[in-house]
């Protein structure tokens, strides 16, 4: 299974969009891109997935290069609840492994 | 619609003593089910997975064991608890063991004195 690398951490302006990047250069051709979070104390939330075409949905928004080597999950105006560790997954048709993730800090 | 249950939410145990946490699913048949486990500070890990009644793969040898004695049953047990358990140990469902969403419960957090 592809590995993929995540800053450790990142802070964001309440209201602004909040740009989380992911890099998985090994990812092969039946891998999904995955993204879920983890707020204190909870267990992880679904955000998004995706193959290799942009997905949006309520929650997010997921930008594939167009090459997939790497990814960025989108929070069009972040609030102080999105405050979290996010992680990227890249993964087949295997169970979920969870990296150490980003720890998003939203700042008011 | 699906729910996921674990019992207990908290839990504390001396070292040596067995442990049994329980996670049930309900609105679902034949669902892939999952064990995690994090530690203090650390990332998810994942412990045993099953994709049927009575099938378990472990990822890592230790000191527990899963089983899946009903379709929407898992357990995860040890017969004598280390310190090293300690731990926020997580259940998850999902339709599938492909690409799609793993539907987490609420976590049962274990410390072993």
């Known amino acids: 299974d592809a590995k993929t690398t995540q800053p450790p951490s990142m802070d964001c302006a309440e209201g602004r969009a909040a740009n989380l990047p992911c890099n998985h250069s090994?990812?092969?051709?039946?891998?999904?891109v995955y993204w879920y979070r983890q707020i204190h104390s909870q267990g992880p939330q679904y955000i998004i997935h995706?193959?290799?075409n942009n997905e949006t949905n309520e929650m997010a928004s997921l930008i594939i290069t167009e090459d997939r080597k790497s990814s960025t999950l989108i929070l069009p105006h972040a609030t102080l609840r999105d405050t979290a560790v996010y992680y990227c997954?890249?993964?087949?048709?295997?169970?979920?492994?969870f990296g150490k993730g980003t720890r998003l800090s939203v700042i008011a | 619609s699906q729910t996921i249950h674990q019992w207990p939410a908290t839990l504390v145990q001396p070292v040596g003593s067995p442990l049994s946490l329980e996670c049930t699913v309900e609105g679902t048949s034949n669902p892939n089910l999952y064990w995690y486990r994090q530690a203090a500070g650390r990332g998810l890990q994942l412990l045993f997975y099953s994709v049927g009644i009575g099938q378990i793969s472990s990822e890592v040898p230790q000191n527990l064991s899963a089983s899946r004695p009903q379709d929407r049953q898992f357990i995860l047990s040890s017969k004598k608890l280390l310190l090293s358990d300690s731990g926020f140990y997580l259940c998850?469902?999902?339709?599938?063991?492909?690409?799609?969403?793993?539907?987490f419960g609420p976590g049962t957090r274990l410390t072993v004195l």
């Open positions: 090994t990812i092969s051709g039946n891998e999904y």
């Open positions: 998850a469902w999902s339709v599938l063991l492909g690409p799609n969403e793993q539907f």
């Open positions: 997954i890249v993964r087949g048709g295997t169970p979920l492994v």
């Open positions: 995706g193959l290799k």
